[in-house]
Nanobody, 125 residues
Framework: QVQLVESGGGLVQVGDSLRLSCAAS????????MGWFRQAPGQERNFVAA????????AIADSVKGRFTISRDNARNTLYLQMNSLEPEDTAVYYC??????????????????WGQGTQVTVSS
């Protein structure tokens, strides 16, 4: 089992940067592929980025490509999302999630078995 806790969200201005972190508890973090999703009010939860267990492969949503970067530090049991050039459309609750399929970069939230509680990101214009 793995438990996930996101942090690093907040209120920022257009063009600012934020780095989200997702701290995982338990000895099996390195066995999971990981992902970031986001959900704006009244909208469904959408894929942002994913990374395989050993960081060998990543996937990024077209809407954030070139601005967001996903990474992980298995020694620290932590997943990151570096977000640059933030736009009002990036405003959402951001969730990290764990996928038991080690080599997956799935964009489907149903493939993820464990979720954090979310962290709010608000981009003000």
């Amino acid at each position: 089992q793995v438990q996930l806790v996101e942090s690093g969200g907040g209120l920022v201005q257009v063009g600012d940067s934020l780095r989200l972190s997702c701290a995982a508890s338990g000895p099996t973090f390195s066995a999971y592929a990981m992902g970031w999703f986001r959900q704006a009010p009244g909208q469904e939860r959408n894929f942002v980025a994913a990374i395989t267990s050993s960081s060998g492969n990543t996937a990024i949503a077209d809407s954030v490509k070139g601005r967001f970067t996903i990474s992980r530090d298995n020694a620290r049991n932590t997943l990151y999302l570096q977000m640059n050039s933030l736009e009002p459309e990036d405003t959402a609750v951001y969730y990290c999630a764990a996928n038991p399929f080690t080599y997956s970069t799935s964009k489907n939230p149903t493939d993820y078995s464990h979720w954090g509680q979310g962290t709010q990101v608000t981009v003000s214009s």
